[in-house]
C-alpha cells in the first residue's frame, strides 16, 4: 500500500466516525496515529463526552472485533484474562479465554479498579500475549487499549501507577463540545434512548484485516531524518533538566514519539517526518509521563504549559 493510498484510507474511517460523532477529530486523528504506530490511549474527561461511543465507532469503522470491560472495584485479573478451567467430563483443563482476546478493547473507567487488577493489562499492553498458568497466548495482531477515565472524581478510584500509564502511547483530554458542536448533538440524538447503534448510524468498516496489515507496514516506510531524531532527543533530555519538573520523560518515551511521529506523516502521505509532526504529538506523549516539581505545584502550573515551554526553548531543524 502506497503512502497516498494510507492518506485516502484515514480520510475514509474519519468520514465513516463522523456519521455517528459530531465533532472530536482531534481525537480520532490521534486513535489513527496510535493504531498505525501500535500504541494504546488514555482517554481522560468528563462523563457524557461520547468517550465510550468513539471507541465503538472507531473499531466498527475498522471492522476490527470490539470487545469492553466495565471496570470495578471488585474486579480480579481471572475477570479480564481468562482461566484454565476443569473439565470433569473429559478430565482436561479447557482454556476460557477473557474478553481481552479482541482486536480493540475499551477499558472503561479504569482507574475504578485496584492496581492488582490494573496490573493484568501490562504484559498484554507491552507484549501483545497473555500468560496463563506459565503458557503463552498471543493476542490479536491489531491488539489496542483504548481506556477511559474521569478526572473529577477522587473517590471509590485508584490512580493508574507509572508502570502502566507509560504503556499508554497517548493521553488524551476529551473536552466538551463547542456551542454548534452540542446543538448538532441535541438535534441529533434527542429523540434516542439509549446508546446509539453505530450500525444503525451507517457506520461501516471500509477497511479489512489485510489492508490494515499493510496500511501499517506502509508506516515503516516514513523517513525519520537524524535532524529531527535529534530535535526527539533533545526535547526528552530537556524534561530532564527542567526545574519544574521532578520526573522526566525516559528513552522510551522518546522512541514512541519518534514512531508516532512517522504515522502521523504517513497519514498525511508523506514519506518523510517533520519538526511540526514531533511538535502536534508532543503534548499527548508526555502530559502522563512528566511530575510535577513541588514548587511547580505549589505555584499551580500544568504539565501542559511546560511542555509548550519546552517545545519554545527546543531548537527545531529547518
Same mark, same amino acid.
Given at each position: 500500500? +502506497?503512502?497516498?493510498?494510507?492518506?485516502?484510507?484515514?480520510?475514509?474511517?474519519?468520514?465513516?466516525?463522523?456519521?455517528?460523532?459530531?465533532?472530536?477529530?482531534?481525537? $480520532?486523528?490521534?486513535?489513527?496515529?496510535?493504531?498505525?504506530?501500535?500504541?494504546?490511549? !488514555?482517554?481522560?474527561?468528563?462523563?457524557?463526552?461520547?468517550?465510550?461511543?468513539?471507541?465503538?465507532?472507531?473499531?466498527?469503522?475498522?471492522?476490527?472485533?470490539?470487545?469492553?470491560?466495565?471496570?470495578?472495584?471488585?474486579?480480579?485479573?481471572?475477570?479480564?484474562?481468562?482461566?484454565?478451567?476443569?473439565?470433569?467430563?473429559?478430565?482436561?483443563?479447557?482454556? +476460557? =479465554?477473557?474478553?481481552?482476546?479482541?482486536?480493540? !478493547?475499551?477499558?472503561?473507567?479504569?482507574?475504578?479498579?485496584?492496581?492488582?487488577?490494573?496490573?493484568?493489562?501490562?504484559?498484554?499492553?507491552?507484549?501483545?500475549?497473555?500468560?496463563?498458568?506459565?503458557?503463552?497466548?498471543?493476542?490479536?495482531?491489531?491488539?489496542?487499549?483504548?481506556?477511559?477515565?474521569?478526572?473529577?472524581?477522587?473517590?471509590?478510584?485508584?490512580?493508574?501507577?507509572?508502570?502502566?500509564?507509560?504503556?499508554?502511547?497517548?493521553?488524551?483530554?476529551?473536552?466538551? @463540545?463547542?456551542?454548534?458542536?452540542?446543538?448538532?448533538?441535541? +438535534?441529533?440524538?434527542?429523540?434516542?434512548?439509549?446508546? @446509539?447503534?453505530?450500525?444503525?448510524?451507517?457506520?461501516?468498516?471500509?477497511?479489512?484485516?489485510? =489492508?490494515?496489515?499493510?496500511?501499517?507496514?506502509?508506516?515503516?516506510?516514513?523517513? #525519520?531524518?537524524?535532524?529531527?531524531?535529534?530535535?526527539?532527543?533533545?526535547?526528552?533530555?530537556?524534561?530532564?533538566?527542567?526545574?519544574?519538573?521532578?520526573?522526566?520523560?525516559?528513552?522510551?518515551?522518546?522512541?514512541?514519539?519518534?514512531?508516532?511521529?512517522?504515522?502521523?506523516?504517513?497519514?498525511?502521505?508523506?514519506?518523510?517526518? #517533520?519538526?511540526?509532526?514531533?511538535?502536534?504529538?508532543?503534548?499527548?506523549?508526555?502530559?502522563?509521563?512528566?511530575?510535577?516539581?513541588?514548587?511547580?505545584?505549589?505555584?499551580?502550573?500544568? $504539565?501542559?504549559?511546560? $511542555?509548550?515551554?519546552?517545545?519554545?526553548?527546543?531548537?527545531?531543524?529547518?
Amino acid at each position: 500500500m +502506497t503512502l497516498a493510498e494510507v492518506a485516502d484510507l484515514a480520510a475514509a474511517i474519519r468520514g465513516e466516525i463522523a456519521k455517528a460523532v459530531v465533532g472530536q477529530a482531534a481525537i $480520532v486523528d490521534h486513535l489513527l496515529i496510535a493504531l498505525m504506530a501500535r500504541g494504546h490511549v !488514555l482517554l481522560e474527561g468528563p462523563p457524557g463526552t461520547a468517550k465510550t461511543f468513539l471507541a465503538q465507532c472507531f473499531a466498527a469503522s475498522l471492522g476490527l472485533d470490539y470487545g469492553r470491560i466495565q471496570f470495578t472495584p471488585d474486579l480480579m485479573p481471572g475477570d479480564i484474562l481468562g482461566s484454565n478451567l476443569f473439565n470433569f467430563q473429559t478430565s482436561t483443563f479447557t482454556l +476460557t =479465554r477473557g474478553p481481552i482476546f479482541r482486536d480493540l !478493547l475499551l477499558a472503561d473507567e479504569i482507574n475504578r479498579t485496584p492496581p492488582k487488577t490494573q496490573a493484568a493489562l501490562l504484559e498484554a499492553m507491552q507484549e501483545r500475549q497473555v500468560t496463563l498458568d506459565g503458557t503463552g497466548h498471543p493476542l490479536p495482531e491489531h491488539f489496542m487499549v483504548v481506556a477511559t477515565q474521569n478526572p473529577i472524581e477522587s473517590q471509590g478510584v485508584y490512580p493508574l501507577p507509572e508502570a502502566q500509564l507509560d504503556r499508554f502511547l497517548f493521553k488524551l483530554s476529551v473536552p466538551y @463540545p463547542s456551542h454548534d458542536e452540542e446543538r448538532a448533538i441535541v +438535534t441529533r440524538y434527542a429523540q434516542n434512548r439509549g446508546l @446509539p447503534d453505530p450500525a444503525e448510524l451507517g457506520v461501516s468498516a471500509v477497511v479489512d484485516p489485510a =489492508r490494515l496489515a499493510a496500511a501499517t507496514t506502509a508506516v515503516a516506510g516514513v523517513t #525519520l531524518s537524524e535532524p529531527v531524531a535529534d530535535y526527539v532527543v533533545r526535547l526528552m533530555r530537556a524534561t530532564r533538566e527542567s526545574r519544574d519538573l521532578s520526573l522526566g520523560a525516559s528513552p522510551r518515551a522518546a522512541v514512541l514519539l519518534a514512531g508516532a511521529a512517522r504515522s502521523r506523516a504517513a497519514l498525511d502521505g508523506r514519506d518523510y517526518v #517533520l519538526p511540526d509532526d514531533v511538535k502536534a504529538l508532543a503534548a499527548g506523549v508526555l502530559r502522563h509521563r512528566l511530575a510535577l516539581s513541588p514548587s511547580a505545584e505549589i505555584e499551580g502550573r500544568q $504539565v501542559e504549559d511546560l $511542555v509548550a515551554t519546552l517545545l519554545a526553548n527546543t531548537e527545531a531543524p529547518r
